[in-house]
């Protein structure tokens, strides 16, 4: 079945570093690949999308790119901000399910901590 | 627009009781998906429901159940509460179709059984 690894954390960075969050999928079709941010204390949002190999996906700073070849979309961002402290999810959607609709398949979450 | 709500935000239950959570999806929205959320398994799917009608429904024991009313809103309900029920139980509401592309999450309810 479909699956989605992600890096343990939680993740430690001082204010301006750079991020990289990994993420590897495994699917049996061709999947849509999404990120998800929770903030404390809130639902998920998402964060960015890409629905084909080599497209690239981004919001708010941060970068994804669906590498087929590897199946993985790390999450980067070049210069983190105190505010960007969360838990980070990458999901995959791959075939409908027998009703007929999407349903994700999500990472266990990567809480991402910065540093003034 | 009002985003999605969930109530109560905080539950704390016996082993053994039963609890009832509920949703309201932005409106418009007539799809509602369940998730379970815990340190150990991360997002586990429960069910969706659309047009009053359960579509999908994930890997749970039948002590999980829920309904959706004619105007969209959702409950869920658990049975016979176990202390693994332990968890953060979270809603997301979407327009046909869209799937995960379109959710939007509610602040979820931190159930604790006790």
């Known amino acids: 079945g479909d699956s989605v690894t992600q890096m343990e954390g939680p993740v430690t960075l001082s204010e301006e570093a750079f991020l990289t969050i990994n993420c590897t999928y495994t699917a049996t079709g061709y999947p849509s690949l999404f990120w998800y941010v929770q903030y404390p204390g809130e639902g998920l949002q998402l964060l960015l999308k890409a629905t084909k190999a080599d497209d690239k996906g981004s919001n708010k700073g941060f970068e994804a790119t669906y590498r087929k070849e590897t199946t993985s979309f790390h999450l980067e961002k070049g210069s983190v901000q105190v505010s960007d402290s969360a838990v980070y999810f990458c999901a995959l959607s791959d075939s409908p399910a027998s009703g007929g609709s999407y349903i994700p398949t999500f990472g266990r979450g990567t809480s991402l901590i910065v540093h003034p | 627009k009002a985003g999605v709500t969930q109530t109560p935000r905080y539950l704390i239950k016996t082993r053994g009781q039963q609890v009832t959570l509920s949703c309201s999806p932005i409106?418009?929205?007539?799809?509602v998906s369940w998730y379970q959320q815990t340190p150990g398994q991360g997002l586990q799917f429960l069910f969706e429901?659309?047009?009053?009608?359960?579509?999908n429904k994930g890997n749970f024991p039948g002590r999980f159940s829920g309904r959706q009313f004619s105007n969209s809103r959702s409950e869920m309900n658990v049975s016979t509460l176990e202390l693994g029920d332990s968890a953060l139980y979270l809603c997301a509401s979407s327009l046909e179709g869209q799937g995960p592309l379109g959710y939007t999450f509610g602040s979820g309810t931190r159930l604790t059984v006790v």
């Open positions: 429901y659309f047009s009053e009608t359960q579509r």
């Open positions: 409106s418009g929205h007539r799809s």
